[in-house]
């Protein structure tokens, strides 16, 4: 087939190394791919290194920006729709709240063009624009616009089953199908144990002694993130457990915000920050690490818990969207979201006990081996394209 993938930015984040796991090996299966982004604009860091020399062919539009900014999205729209005209895709798979609609209009002004059910368009719900912590205007205008959008869609797929629920419970594409197709990490990096003397000198970097409990947040320093509930229990932590320490893993625009409050609080000799750190280095800080903490307010499903369970490693995570479809009572610690209190007894359960630690680390492996394995997702969307373009599918099983 002829696939096009839409994605508003590659920045680094879970959505876009879901899409470049995704368009990598469905190029290595044989079908011609093409994805259209953005510029990586931001603090988030790019990805578009893991681009170079692949079997897939990138492209950028310039005028593609997160932010809603209408006379660049209307030039997007008209940049894409040529694109899609000279390719001529079977399909056309978006990602992200504004390569979303930009590229779902596109796609579908084209069916007239060339026959109803050409080009095939799905849609990826990694995460949502409507929220409960978003102003209810804005909401319900995010709402508006992807119920008309969800009508330029054959077909979502989800990265969790409560993205399904709560896009249908919107109103949005409730008369389409869906699917889940949990989203692929690339587990060889995670499974395969990191030399002590690597984990060693990770510490070292950045100051962790040997004997300390690491407690890791991979996650960008923006809004709705989590990272203050965590600052805010390490105030009564600190004071039980003298050997914790509290490791964050990334950058945004928050970063110095957060740093002044730790040190206000007397707790700077207490936390480390790694700033960016590339995908193929996230293994070595989970895995240098002994939990994971994830208290971010809205996420689809945060490649961060799998990661950290694929490691072995236990997951504390606020019940949010899809962390209760790998986080339970056997893989780590589900809490009610900005129960700090809750926060605090979880973590305090399983510093204090490192058999529990191990326990809980090794069924979560188990657990989610195959169901983040990269094929398994892709078989799981190449499956969707076949339904929307059936004649291929039997042209190659003939």
């Given at each position: ?29 044989g ?9 990586a ?10 681009t170079?020399?692949?079997?897939y ?5 310039d005028e ?20 899609l ?39 990826s ?55 889940t ?78 740093k ?27 895995q ?5 903490v ?7 499903l ?40 809750q926060?605090?007894?979880?973590c ?26 990269p094929?398994?997702?892709v ?12 004649e ?7």
């Open positions: 087939m002829k696939i096009v993938h839409v994605i508003t930015r590659l920045i680094l984040g879970g959505a876009q190394e879901n899409t470049l796991i995704t368009c990598k090996l469905l190029a290595e299966r079908h011609e791919v093409t994805l259209i982004t953005g510029p604009i931001g603090p988030e860091g790019q990805l578009f290194d893991q170079r020399g692949q079997k062919r990138t492209i950028i539009v593609m920006r997160r932010a809603i900014e209408p006379v660049k999205d209307a030039i997007s729209y008209v940049k894409i729709k040529r694109l005209r000279g390719i001529q895709p079977d399909i056309v798979h978006t990602h992200s709240a504004k390569a979303g609609i930009v590229g779902r209009y596109a796609a579908w002004s084209l069916k007239d063009e060339w026959a109803p059910n050409l080009p095939g368009v799905v849609h719900l990694h995460g949502l624009s409507f929220h409960r912590y978003q102003n209810p205007w804005l909401n319900r205008f995010y709402i508006a616009v992807e119920r008309a959008t969800g009508r330029r869609t054959d077909y979502f797929i989800s990265v969790a089953d409560a993205m399904t629920e709560q896009n249908k419970a919107a109103g949005i594409g409730v008369d389409k199908p869906h699917v197709a949990y989203s692929a990490i690339d587990e060889e990096h995670f499974l395969a144990p990191i030399p002590e003397r690597e984990r060693a000198a990770f510490r070292r970097t950045h100051d962790i002694p040997t004997d300390a409990v690491v407690l890791v947040t991979i996650a960008r320093f923006f809004m709705l993130k989590g990272h203050d509930y965590i600052i805010e229990s390490a105030k009564d932590l600190a004071k039980r457990f003298e050997n914790v320490v509290w490791l964050f893993v990334g950058d945004g625009n928050l970063t110095d915000a957060y002044r409050q730790i040190r206000d609080l007397g707790l700077a000799e207490r936390f480390r920050f790694t700033g960016l750190m590339p995908p193929d280095q996230i293994p070595l800080a989970i240098s690490s002994e939990i994971l994830h208290c971010s307010l809205r996420e689809g945060a490649r961060t818990l799998p990661q950290a369970m694929l490691c072995g490693r236990p997951a504390i995570s606020f019940d949010v969207d899809g962390a209760r479809e790998v986080v339970n009572p056997n893989t780590g610690r589900l809490i009610e979201p900005k129960n700090v209190p926060l605090v007894e979880a305090t359960e399983l510093i204090a006990d490192k058999a529990l630690r191990e326990k809980l680390g090794q069924t979560g492996r188990e657990s989610v081996k195959t169901k983040f394995a094929h398994t997702m078989d799981t969307i190449e499956d969707v394209y076949h339904r929307l373009v059936p291929r599918a039997v042209h190659e099983e003939l």
